[in-house]
C-alpha cells in the first residue's frame, strides 16, 4: 500500500526514490499558486493607491468629474416628449430644458413673478368689447395679448432642417431610404433657422389638433376663441403632403400672426391666470419642419418622433434618449445667451445666490441622467459623491436628518461633514381627505337646512379630532406643514401664524396653534345627534366609508390610523379597497363617502386651488376637479369674483372671506402642505429650489476640481483586508519555510 503526503503526490518519498526537499519545495509552490491571487491585489491595490487621482469605483471616465457635467439620476421613462402632449414632471425635467414657451418664472423672486423669456416684453394686454373696440377690464368680452419676440433666436442644429440645392435634404424620403437609419444620429446632415412668431402660433394648432390628444386642448377650448371650432373641424383635415397635415393652411380664429415676429391671442372674456400658461411647454414653439420630418413613413416604428427626440431653442439638448440607462442633455450650440439674474433678496445675495448676476448661461456644458430603480443604489451614489443632488427616501431619512427641540430639521453630523447641503421648501401642493357632499350622511340633505346643518356639525367633529401633525410625524418624517386652508405658501391669498389660523379648529396659544380637544370634538359631534358616535336610528355606532386604492400590507398601518382617528370619537371607520378604475367610477358617480385626493398647483394662483370647490366644477354633475361636490351660493359668487381680479387687498379680502366658508362648511379635512426635502454636494451651486419653474438646469453650475477632490477622499480603496491576507500568506509559509531550512541543516551534517 503506497501511502498520500499531505502534498498530494501519489506516493511515499522513499517508494518514490525523490528527495525531501524537492517535495517540500513542491508543497510551497503549490500553496504559492492558491494564493498568488490574493498577492496580486495586494500589489494592485498599493499601486492604485499610489495614484493620487484616481477612483477606483468610479461609474465615470478618470477625468469626467472635473468637467463641467451635472450628475444626476432618474427613476422612470419619461414617455412623452412632445410638447402639446406632456404634462408629467419626469417628462417636464428634461423638455423644459430644450423647448422655450414666451414666458418663465423669475429664478429668485418670491412669491412667483412671471417674466419674459423669449419675449421682449411682458405681453400687450387688451380688453375688447364685441365690436372691437378698447373696454374695461369689467366689461370686457374678450381680452388680447399681443406677444413680441426677441429676433435673432435659432432653434438647435437637425437634420428637419438641412437643405441642399434641392430643397430639403431629407424631405420627402421613402421607407427604402430609412432601411440604415436607427436613430437620429444616422442622418449626417443638419441645418437650423431663425425662431419665428409662427412656430408659437403652429404650436397652438397642434394644442387643438385632435389626434395629437393635448391634455390641455378641453381646457384652452373655454378660454381661445374659435380653439373649439378649430377641434371639431381637425377631426376631417386631410393630409396635405405624405402623411402629414400642414397646419399653417388651416387657422383658429382667435390666434393671429401680425409680422414675423408678433402674434396675437385673443380669449373670451377676462381670464387673468392665462399668462401662466404662456410659461408652460404646452405654448412653446414648435417648427413646422420638424413635424413634417417626423411624420415621414417608417418614422415611427423606428422610434424618431417628436416623443424621443425633442427640438427646441432652449439651452440643452437631448443628444442621448437612452431609457434604459440614461438621458443626456448638452449645451446647444445655437442658444441664445440668456445672463442669470441680477435681483434678488438680500438673502439671495448672502448665501452666494447672486455671485453670477450677469453671466451668460448656462454654465454647464453636459447634464448626464443615470436610471436608477431603486433608492439604496441612488442614494449611495450620492454619498460617494457620483451624483450631484439627491432627494431623501423614507429609509434614509434618519441617516440624513434630524430634528432639534424647536422642531427644525437640519443635517446629521455626518452629512455635514462632507459639506452635504439641505434645501427645503413647502410644496405649491395639498393632500386632503374629502367628505362626498352628495352623501346623506356626511353631506346633508340639501332641501333640509336643519339636516345641512347636522352634517356640517359632523364634519367639523371628524375635522378636529383628525391629528395631523401626528400624520405628518409617523408618516413623513415630519415632511409637511399643516393646512389651515386649501391655499399653500407661496400663493396670494395664503396668511401665516395667527392670521392665517383656522379657529374653527385651532386656538392660539403661546404664539403656537394647538388643535382643539377631543372633549370640544364629541361636544360638537353630540350636538350634530351622535353622542359617544352612536348612531341614533340603530343605538349602535355610527358607521362611516372611506373609499381607497390602498391595500395590502404595506398600507395596513396607514389605514388603521384612519381608522383609530374615527375611534376617538366613537365612528366606525369602514374601509373600502378598489383598484383605480374602480375607485375613480365611483367618485364619479358619486357613491365614495370619505376620500382622500391631493393636487399640484399648475401654477401659482389662488383660483388655482379655490376652483377645486367651486360647485360648477363639480366631479358627478360636471366631471370636473370638485371631487367633494361642494356646493354654496356665496362660495361660488365670490369665486368668479376673485378669479379675475389682480392681486390687490381687495383680491386678498375676498379670499379670506372664501377661505372662511371653507372652514365653517368642513367640505375638506385640509390635510397638510407636503414639505420637499433635497440635498446637495457643495460643488453643486445655485442650488435654490423652485416649486413652479422647470427650466432651472441652465442656471446650475458645478465646481469640477472640489469634486475630484471629494470623491478621491471619500472612496479610497480599503486595503488593510489585504494586508491581513498578506500576513496570513506569510504565517502559512514561514513554518514550510523555517523545516526546509532546518531539514537542509541535518542533511548537511
Request: glycine share 6%; charged share 25%; hydrophobic share 35%.
Amino acid at each position: 500500500m503506497i501511502e498520500a503526503t499531505r502534498g498530494g503526490h501519489g506516493c511515499h518519498p522513499k517508494a518514490c526514490n525523490l528527495p525531501e526537499s524537492s517535495i517540500l519545495i513542491k508543497d510551497i509552490q503549490r500553496k504559492i499558486r492558491l494564493l498568488w491571487p490574493q498577492l496580486v491585489l495586494i500589489f494592485a491595490a498599493g499601486f492604485l493607491s499610489a495614484c493620487d487621482n484616481a477612483v477606483l469605483n468610479s461609474p465615470y471616465p478618470a477625468n469626467a468629474p472635473k468637467q463641467s457635467i451635472f450628475y444626476s439620476s432618474f427613476t422612470e421613462r419619461p414617455k412623452h416628449l412632445d410638447p402639446a402632449r406632456s404634462y408629467s414632471s419626469n417628462e417636464w425635467a428634461f423638455i423644459s430644458q430644450i423647448y422655450e414657451p414666451p414666458l418663465q418664472y423669475h429664478f429668485l423672486k418670491r412669491p412667483y413673478v412671471l417674466e419674459p423669456l423669449t419675449l421682449k416684453t411682458m405681453p400687450k394686454v387688451t380688453y375688447l368689447d364685441g365690436k372691437g373696440n378698447h373696454v374695461s377690464a369689467q366689461q370686457a368680452l374678450y381680452t388680447e395679448y399681443e406677444l413680441s419676440l426677441k429676433p435673432g433666436i435659432r432653434f438647435q442644429p437637425h437634420p428637419a432642417f438641412a437643405r441642399n440645392q434641392d430643397g430639403y435634404r431629407y424631405w420627402p424620403m421613402s421607407e427604402s431610404e430609412l432601411t440604415d437609419k436607427y436613430t437620429l444620429d444616422d442622418f449626417t446632415e443638419q441645418g437650423d433657422r431663425e425662431l419665428t412668431a409662427e412656430d408659437y402660433v403652429y404650436q397652438i394648432k397642434r394644442l387643438a389638433y385632435i389626434p395629437n390628444h393635448s391634455p390641455v386642448a378641453g381646457l384652452m377650448s373655454e378660454h381661445i376663441v374659435g380653439f373649439a371650432d378649430f377641434m371639431k373641424s381637425s377631426k376631417n383635415l386631410k393630409p396635405s403632403q405624405q402623411d402629414w397635415v400642414d397646419l399653417r393652411d388651416h387657422s383658429i380664429e382667435g390666434v393671429t400672426l401680425v409680422d414675423r415676429y408678433t402674434w396675437r391671442i385673443r380669449i373670451h372674456k377676462t381670464y387673468p391666470q392665462f399668462e401662466y400658461w404662456l410659461a408652460m411647454n404646452f405654448f412653446a414653439p414648435m417648427a413646422w419642419e420638424v413635424e413634417r420630418f417626423y411624420q415621414q413613413p417608417g418614422m415611427e416604428s423606428r422610434n424618431i418622433t417628436l416623443n424621443w427626440y425633442p427640438v427646441g431653442t432652449g439651452p440643452f439638448v437631448l443628444t442621448e434618449n437612452n431609457p434604459n440607462l440614461r438621458m443626456v442633455l448638452s449645451k446647444n450650440p445655437n442658444f441664445h445667451g440668456e445672463r442669470y439674474p441680477t435681483e434678488g433678496s438680500v438673502v439671495d445675495r448672502q448665501s452666494g445666490m447672486l455671485d453670477d448676476a450677469g453671466k451668460v448661461m448656462p454654465f454647464i456644458d453636459k447634464a448626464i441622467y443615470s436610471l436608477e430603480k431603486e433608492a439604496i443604489p441612488r442614494w449611495n451614489k450620492f454619498l460617494q459623491g457620483y451624483y450631484d443632488n439627491s432627494g431623501i427616501a423614507s429609509d434614509s431619512f434618519d441617516q440624513a436628518i434630524q430634528f432639534g427641540a424647536s422642531g427644525d430639521a437640519n443635517l446629521t453630523d455626518a452629512m455635514a461633514e462632507k459639506g452635504i447641503q439641505l434645501s427645503t421648501a413647502v410644496e405649491t401642493s395639498i393632500f386632503y381627505m374629502g367628505f362626498n357632499m352628495k352623501d346623506p350622511v356626511v353631506g346633508g340633505d340639501p332641501n333640509n337646512p336643519a339636516d345641512q346643518a347636522r352634517a356640517q356639525k359632523l364634519r367639523r367633529a371628524i375635522a378636529m379630532a383628525f391629528d395631523w401633525e401626528e400624520y405628518i410625524s409617523i408618516f413623513l418624517n415630519g415632511r409637511g406643514e399643516i393646512a389651515h386652508g386649501p391655499l399653500p405658501p407661496g400663493i396670494f391669498g395664503y396668511k401665516e401664524g395667527e392670521a392665517g389660523l383656522n379657529r374653527q379648529l385651532y386656538e392660539w396659544r403661546n404664539g403656537s396653534a394647538k388643535r382643539k380637544s377631543i372633549d370640544q370634538a364629541k361636544q360638537l359631534l353630540a350636538e350634530a345627534g351622535y353622542p359617544e358616535g352612536r348612531d341614533p336610528s340603530t343605538g349602535s355606532a355610527l358607521i362611516l366609508y372611506y373609499d381607497t386604492t390602498q391595500s395590502g400590507p404595506g398600507a395596513k398601518s396607514l389605514l388603521q390610523w384612519y381608522r383609530n382617528q374615527f375611534e376617538k370619537l366613537g365612528i366606525e371607520l369602514i374601509i373600502r379597497s378598489s383598484d383605480y378604475n374602480r375607485f375613480q367610477e365611483k367618485m364619479m358617480k358619486g357613491s365614495a363617502q370619505i376620500f382622500s385626493w391631493g393636487w399640484n398647483a399648475d401654477y401659482p394662483d389662488p383660483e388655482n386651488f379655490l376652483f377645486l370647490l367651486h360647485g360648477p366644477n363639480g366631479k358627478v354633475d360636471a366631471k370636473g376637479e370638485n371631487a367633494a361636490n361642494f356646493s354654496n351660493a356665496e362660495f361660488d359668487r365670490l369665486f368668479d369674483q376673485m378669479k379675475s381680479m389682480p392681486n390687490t387687498d381687495e383680491r386678498q379680502q375676498v379670499i379670506d372671506r372664501m377661505v372662511e366658508i371653507l372652514r365653517e362648511e368642513s367640505p375638506w379635512l385640509f390635510g397638510f402642505f407636503p414639505r420637499a426635502y433635497s440635498l446637495h454636494h457643495a460643488w453643486y451651486r445655485n442650488a435654490l429650489p423652485h416649486l413652479m419653474a422647470n427650466n432651472t438646469l441652465k442656471y446650475k453650475r458645478i465646481d469640477g476640481d472640489l469634486r475630484s477632490q471629494q470623491q478621491l477622499a471619500w472612496n479610497q480603496p480599503v486595503i488593510w483586508p489585504l494586508l491581513v491576507l498578506l500576513g496570513l500568506l506569510i504565517l502559512v509559509l514561514y513554518p514550510a519555510i523555517r523545516d526546509y531550512r532546518a531539514r537542509q541543516r541535518r542533511a548537511a551534517r
